[in-house]
């Protein structure tokens, strides 16, 4: 059959879309809206499986918290190796054991640093790299509240294999009194939000773990 019968009954399938087309934004927003009270229920959970020993603990830099609760968890003996991703260049084994009030001999050889790091997919593939080259099963993965969903999600991509636990850290400006009320929390959660969900997409940055591995 040909002609204006044939045409016929695709017409009301478009008379439909364009009764829909004008709702569209309010579901994204709503999709978007929705995501994110998800996110904020990731971001505020605590530790999982507080007490349990893993192999080795990743901190991801960012903040001096991050890098104190690594070491705690350390010196309390839940692992025997840390690696903390992403330092600076100029940062030794010395700066980070002032952080804890111990001797440097006393980390030599249970801590490593990286500093190839850059981006939160750069710290997967470093943490990757060093867990691969130690034959960690198991890590427990230190970083903020906000920026866990993410990096979970590209330490999952880059180690498949190794079984993660979550020991998020809730940042001084958002334990403060008032901080829900402040648009600085807000548009922080929000760029975080957006940024996970560029991960999800593929849309992340660089990852180049160093050729010898953390240091």
Known sequence: MSGPAAAAPARPRRQ???????????????AFAGGFAWFLMLA???????????DGIAVLTGGAER?????????????????????????????VARLA?????????RVALGHEATSTRGNAAEIAAWARAEGLGSLRIVTAGYH???????????????????????????????AAGRLRTWSLL??????????????TGPAAPPADGPR
Request: proline letters at 11%; hydrophobic letters at 45%; charged letters at 20%.
């Open 16 to 30: 439909g879309l364009r009764r829909w087309l004008p709702l569209l934004p309010a579901l994204a927003l709503l």
């Open 44 to 54: 505020a959970a605590g530790p999982a499986e507080p007490e349990a020993p893993t």
């Open 67 to 95: 890098v104190e609760t690594g070491l705690r968890l350390l010196r309390e003996g839940r692992a025997q190796h840390l690696l903390v991703s992403g330092t600076h260049p100029q940062v030794g084994l010395g700066d």
């Open 101 to 109: 009030a111990m001797e440097p001999e006393t980390l030599a050889g």
């Open 148 to 178: 866990m969903p993410r990096a979970l999600l590209e330490l999952r991509r880059a180690l498949p294999e190794v079984r993660l636990y979550a020991h998020p850290i809730q940042p001084a400006p958002l334990r403060q009194a008032g």
């Open 190 to 203: 929000l760029r975080e939000y957006v940024k996970y969900l560029a991960a999800l997409a593929g849309f």
